[in-house]
C-alpha cells in the first residue's frame, strides 16, 4: 500500500511541476545540453545529506512572454547520487523539527528532476553557446543566454530519489509542490 501511494503522490507531483525537457519546446525555444555536472544536495534540516552527479538539459524561450519575460527550463536526467552520514534529507520536513531521521554514509541511489523558470532583465542572445564552463550552473547558464543583467526566479521545482540497499525508507520527493517520503537508514 504504502509503494503504491508514493507512486500517485510522485505521478501528482510530476503533472503539477516536472515538465520536461520539452515543456517550452515549440519554435520559439533553443535547447541546450548535455552538460554534466554534480553538487551537493541539502536536505530538509540544512545540512548537506549526498554529493549528486547529472547531466543539465536546458530549454530556452527565444520570445518574450507579454509582460517582457522569458520562460525557460532545466532538466536533471541520469542523476546518481551517494549519501554523506547524518540527518536524512527529509528529516526536518515537519515545521523545520528534526524527526531523528538519520542516513548512513554512502547510500547510493538515482534522481531525477525539473526547474520551471522565469527569466527577467534579460534578452536571448542567439549566439549563445553552453557547455560545462559557460553553463555549468543555473545561474551561469541564464546569464550566458539571457545576459549578465538576467535574473530568474523558479515557478516549480522537483526531484524523486530512489535508494539502493535495505533501508527503513528508500524513496523521496522534494518539490515545490511538498516534500514526501524520506531515504534513511534509522
Known amino acids: 500500500m504504502k509503494r503504491s501511494l508514493f507512486g500517485l503522490i510522485v505521478a501528482a507531483v510530476a503533472a503539477i511541476g516536472f515538465g520536461g525537457v520539452g515543456a517550452f519546446a515549440s519554435e520559439g525555444s533553443v535547447h541546450f545540453g548535455p552538460i554534466a555536472s554534480g553538487s551537493a544536495d541539502s536536505g530538509t534540516c540544512g545540512n548537506d545529506w549526498a554529493n549528486d552527479t547529472y547531466t543539465r538539459m536546458f530549454e530556452a524561450s527565444t520570445t518574450r512572454n507579454a509582460d517582457g519575460t522569458y520562460s525557460a527550463s532545466e532538466s536533471f536526467i541520469a542523476g546518481r547520487f551517494e549519501t554523506i552520514a547524518g540527518s536524512s534529507p527529509g528529516a526536518c520536513e515537519e515545521s523545520g523539527v528534526s524527526n531523528g531521521g538519520t542516513v548512513a554514509a554512502d547510500v547510493t541511489g538515482t ?68 516534500n514526501f517520503g524520506d531515504i534513511r537508514s534509522a
Not at 123 to 136: L, R, Y
Not at 152 to 161: K, M, V
Open 111 to 178: 534522481f531525477k528532476g525539473n526547474y520551471q523558470m522565469i527569466v527577467s532583465g534579460g534578452t536571448f542572445n542567439p549566439a549563445a553557446t553552453c557547455d560545462v564552463t559557460t553553463c555549468g550552473t543555473t545561474a551561469a547558464f541564464v546569464a550566458t543566454v539571457y545576459g549578465e543583467g538576467a535574473t530568474y526566479s523558479l515557478l516549480s521545482w522537483g526531484f524523486t530519489y530512489h535508494a539502493n540497499g535495505p533501508l527503513l525508507d528508500r524513496d523521496w520527493v522534494n518539490s515545490s509542490a511538498g
